[in-house]
């Protein structure tokens, strides 16, 4: 066997040796952080490097900070050292420069009348139903009106920051359907009259098409079905008695408008010698299942009851300001400790957009204009009340409304780059005064990313654009006075 030389056999030892620790230097470079990055949790979602607002109990707000979504689940909220050392995701969302919020809450509205935007405006609000918007939806709502006038309000909503919607309409099974397919959250209140609507004809088939809603709709992730008496004055006590008492069945929110104009509140004095407030106390309809739209002419004693039935408002700003009904008593429901959240309405005659962006910032001005006071609802209470705020007027504070650990995943990120938007000392108040829709960039719903860059992902925007012009000379052709 023949014998190395002994410089051979050191020249051989040396490359091993070097060999060797070549290894466990790119062992070191390469293995360490493939495998560190093996040992992180895997979720599907990372939103990194934003000004996160998570308005949770102790309105936390994280200069560098991200969100780690797996599923419809947010799965950790904090720095963006910490959570990107902990997770790793398949897809990321680069948040810097831009603020990420929770997704704003909009608590009223009648989202496929978007389709009659404008239709007629500068009226009072018994003038513009009776005489417009009834007669105009007899003639023209039908279901694929109201699945196309929804996809045109979810695409406007989307955009403005709405990831959560409540809403009072007909045909609320086909809406259901629309707004799950575009993935987004509702609260959906099948409206009940005591006159023949587009969808139902009479009493005992409303509630029949509305027990079956409700049926249908039951543990659903993203839509909650409800039932929507309309008011006291287009509602006897028999068919609110019949609305609420399928509502509790079920379990199921009540939706209904109270309050909102002052010839409301004086005909119930003269018809039952209460408020609508106490009227609806009286027959044992309120409850914390109710939210009650409008609530601008209630007083001491009925912001009490209200509160002491643990029941909601939603607090509309623009459309009340549009229709001259007057000012909430946002404030004071506040104080009382009433569930209050911020809705846009959306009446072709009451609120011509759906902005709820706008909303907060009306909401806010007006309150400060008729108290005379710079202090009165803050910016911080206005973010409060489209965010968790509007969570708690559904019931829904455990589910959506902040950005913490254990809620759904619904956010939305606003860019901070436009010259409205520099220079920034207040977050709250540049929220509320300062940023607008247009500033939205990004929506998360459910873990869902529905739009990226300004570019919506589940509605064909082209699409509802073209269709709602069809339907606007629809309704246009349907309003002529037929030929002599």
Same mark, same amino acid.
């Given at each position: &066997? ?10 051989? %030892? ?16 390469? /293995? ?11 979720? @599907? ?26 599923g419809d689940t947010i799965v950790a909220v904090g720095p963006n050292s910490d959570v990107a050392a902990k997770y790793s995701a398949r897809r990321r969302i680069d948040a810097r420069g831009r603020i990420v919020l929770p997704g704003l809450i909009n608590t009223h509205g009648h989202a496929p009348m978007t389709l009659m935007r404008g239709l007629s405006d500068d009226k009072t609000l018994q003038d513009w139903l009776q005489n417009y918007i009834f007669p105009? =939806? ?13 996809? +045109?309000?979810?695409?406007? &909503? ?29 609260? +959906?209140? =099948?409206?009940?009259? @005591? ?24 543990? @659903?992730?993203?839509?909650r079905a409800a039932v929507a008496p309309h008011a006291i004055y287009t509602n006897s006590e028999q068919s609110l008695r019949d609305a609420v008492g399928l509502a509790r069945r079920y379990h199921a929110p009540v939706l209904i408008h109270l309050s909102e104009t002052k010839k409301e509140n004086d005909d119930s004095q003269a018809q ?13 309809? #309120? ?10 002419? %209630?007083? *001491? ?5 209200? !509160? ?17 009904? /007057? ?20 009446? *072709? ?7 709820? &962006?706008?909303?907060?910032? #009306? ?22 009340? !489209? ?9 829904? =504070? ?11 995943? @619904? %956010? ?22 300062? %940023?607008? !829709? ?8 459910? /873990?869902?990313?529905? &739009? ?8 064909? =925007? ?23």
């Amino acid at each position: &066997m023949p014998t190395l030389k002994k410089g051979t056999r050191s020249s051989i %030892l040396s490359f091993l040796v070097s060999a060797f620790c070549l290894y466990l230097c790119l062992s070191a470079f390469i /293995g360490g952080p493939l495998y560190a990055q093996a040992r992180k949790e895997r979720v @599907d979602v990372l939103v990194t490097g934003g000004t996160v607002v998570t308005m949770d109990a102790d309105r936390r707000i994280i200069g560098d900070g991200a969100v780690a979504i797996r599923g419809d689940t947010i799965v950790a909220v904090g720095p963006n050292s910490d959570v990107a050392a902990k997770y790793s995701a398949r897809r990321r969302i680069d948040a810097r420069g831009r603020i990420v919020l929770p997704g704003l809450i909009n608590t009223h509205g009648h989202a496929p009348m978007t389709l009659m935007r404008g239709l007629s405006d500068d009226k009072t609000l018994q003038d513009w139903l009776q005489n417009y918007i009834f007669p105009a =939806e007899a003639r023209n709502v039908t279901e694929d009106y109201v699945e196309w006038g929804t996809k +045109l309000a979810i695409v406007e &909503m989307i955009r403005s920051g709405t990831t959560t919607y409540v809403d009072m309409y007909y045909f609320e099974d086909a809406m259901a359907r629309v707004t799950k397919a575009a993935g987004m959250r509702a609260v +959906l209140g =099948e409206t009940l009259l @005591d006159f023949p609507a587009p969808d139902n004809k009479t009493h005992e088939q409303a509630l029949a098409y509305t027990e079956q809603f409700l049926k249908r709709w039951q543990g @659903d992730p993203l839509i909650r079905a409800a039932v929507a008496p309309h008011a006291i004055y287009t509602n006897s006590e028999q068919s609110l008695r019949d609305a609420v008492g399928l509502a509790r069945r079920y379990h199921a929110p009540v939706l209904i408008h109270l309050s909102e104009t002052k010839k409301e509140n004086d005909d119930s004095q003269a018809q039952h010698g209460l408020s609508p407030t106490a009227y609806l106390d009286k027959l044992g309809l #309120l409850g914390p299942d109710v939210l009650a739209a409008h609530c601008v002419w %209630l007083d *001491a004693n009925d912001i009490a009851i209200l !509160a002491r039935r643990d029941a909601a408002c939603s607090h509309n700003p623009s459309s009340n300001m549009k229709l001259g009904s /007057g000012a909430a008593p946002v404030v004071d429901m506040l104080a009382a400790g009433m569930r209050v959240g911020i809705g846009t309405d959306g009446h *072709a005659g009451s609120n011509n957009d759906l902005d709820l &962006m706008e909303e907060m910032d #009306l909401a806010a001005k007006l309150q400060k204009v008729i108290r005379r006071d710079p202090q009165a609802l803050p910016a911080t209470q206005a973010v409060e009340m !489209a965010t968790i705020g509007g969570a708690r007027s559904l019931h829904m =504070e455990k589910e959506i409304g902040s950005l913490e650990a254990g809620k759904k995943a @619904d %956010l939305i990120l606003i860019r901070t780059d436009a010259p409205h938007a520099v220079p920034m000392y207040n977050l709250y108040s540049h929220l509320v005064f300062a %940023l607008k !829709a247009s500033d939205v960039e990004t929506v998360v719903i459910g /873990g869902h990313i529905v &739009m990226r860059n300004s570019r919506l992902l589940t509605l064909n =925007e082209a699409e509802v654009l073209a269709k709602a012009r069809e339907y606007a000379e629809k309704v246009k052709q349907s309003l002529k006075p037929p030929a002599k």
